[in-house]
């Protein structure tokens, strides 16, 4: 049984790096591979559309936006080689959730234990702003993930746009009802039955973490919180 789903998440990874649904995304991230910046100028972006990864028995689902120009798109992995990225994987390592610290390249041994993270849009969009009919495309992805991590049972959504994209999902999947309609701030805990809480965090963009907007101690706190849920006995359990 395991296998099988070991498997169907590599066909998930196939069909997103394969995926040309939404030809102004893929213009775009081919763009940027071809341009570079001058830091990167002499490595070879990945430019195509960028899968999750983690654990296949996570019990945390964290979703991300999409994946950065010189970030994902750039080395393959979400959260992979940008600013984020050291953010968020320096606060899931210390939290217990990563191997390491460090984030740079899709073979720099990162492995994460009992999370999976996943952008809710696979490509990387202009300016950070996927349109909604770019988002609805992808969906398919994100929920095909979400029905293999059969035993998740918290979701951390980093930013509004990435809370309003799983709620859509988990709604059209008929897992939460369509109402009441839930807030959006840091650290609000939403408890959606039969085990499942959603996480709000704001998203670590640079423009949010070098304002101090959002600070390492914040990620750490509601992570805390993450996996003070997760100690709690699962009661019926979360599933799409
Ligand atoms: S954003 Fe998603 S649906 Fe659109 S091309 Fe990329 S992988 Fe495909």
Redesign the pocket.
């Known amino acids: 049984m395991r296998e099988m789903e070991q498997d169907s998440l590599q066909r998930v990874a196939r069909d997103?790096v394969a995926?040309?649904?939404?030809?102004r995304?893929?213009r775009w991230?081919r763009r940027v591979a071809r341009v570079k910046v001058r830091r990167h100028r002499d490595e070879e972006y990945w430019g195509r559309?960028?899968p999750g990864f983690g654990d296949r028995k996570a019990r945390l689902l964290v979703v991300g936006l999409?994946p950065a120009a010189h970030g994902g798109n750039r080395t393959g992995r979400v959260f992979t080689g940008d600013r984020s990225g050291d953010f968020l994987f320096a606060a899931l390592h210390r939290a217990g959730f990563a191997s390491q610290p460090g984030s740079v390249s899709r073979d720099d041994g990162l492995a994460l234990r009992d999370c999976y993270v996943a952008p809710l849009?696979?490509?990387a969009?202009p300016a950070n702003k996927?349109t909604a009919t770019?988002?609805g495309?992808?969906r398919?992805?994100l929920l095909r993930e979400w029905r293999l991590l059969g035993g998740a049972r918290a979701v951390l959504a980093l930013g509004r746009v990435a809370m309003d994209g799983i709620l859509a999902l988990l709604r059209a999947s008929g897992r939460v009802p369509l109402r009441p309609a839930l807030a959006f701030g840091h650290g609000i805990e939403h408890d959606l039955g039969g085990g499942l809480a959603l996480f709000a965090s704001y998203h670590p963009s640079q423009q949010n973490t070098f304002t101090g907007k959002l600070r390492p101690a914040d990620m750490d706190a509601v992570l805390a919180r993450v996996k003070r849920h997760l100690s709690r006995p699962r009661g019926t359990g979360a599933g799409a």
């Open positions: 997103v995926c040309e649904r939404c030809p995304l893929r991230c559309p960028v999409a849009v696979r490509c969009p996927p770019e988002i495309r992808c398919e992805y």
